[in-house]
């Protein structure tokens, strides 16, 4: 069965960090690029990072850009999310995801073309 399993959540202090993973069981990683995504309470699902499959270029959302690094393991089948200097409004439940089209190896953000899904794990950041 093809799974996505996100870890790492829990509740944290401004200005503190997590590491969020995301490991794959039933298929290999290593052919596609893979996001992250996250959803805040009331509000819609953004994207938030993402990591080609070739080259491990990556991407960031100007809300995260310079907090957050993503980063792979393709040998433990892991994709990792370092997120730092986390704030109140980073606060959400988030989800990895790949876009499984042969134009799956390239990073980008287009929730529509994300066809698999981990179940989230929730991130709350206290002020």
């Known amino acids: 069965q093809v799974q996505l399993v996100e870890s790492g959540g829990g509740l944290v202090h401004a200005g503190g960090s997590l590491r969020l993973s995301c490991g794959a069981s039933?298929?290999?990683?290593?052919?596609?690029?893979i996001s992250w995504f996250r959803q805040a309470p009331g509000k819609e699902r953004e994207g938030v990072s993402c990591?080609?499959?070739?080259?491990?270029?990556?991407f960031y959302a100007d809300s995260v850009k310079g907090r957050f690094t993503i980063s792979r393991d393709n040998a433990k089948n892991t994709v990792y999310l370092l997120m730092n200097s986390l704030k109140p409004e980073d606060t959400a439940v988030y989800y990895c995801?790949?876009?499984?089209?042969?134009?799956?190896?390239?990073?980008?953000?287009?929730?529509?073309?994300?066809?698999?899904w981990g179940q989230g794990t929730l991130v709350t950041v206290s002020s």
């Open positions: 995801a790949i876009d499984p089209s042969p134009f799956g190896g390239a990073c980008h953000l287009v929730e529509q073309y994300h066809e698999i």
């Open positions: 039933g298929f290999s990683l290593d052919s596609y690029a």
């Open positions: 990591i080609s499959s070739s080259d491990g270029s990556t």
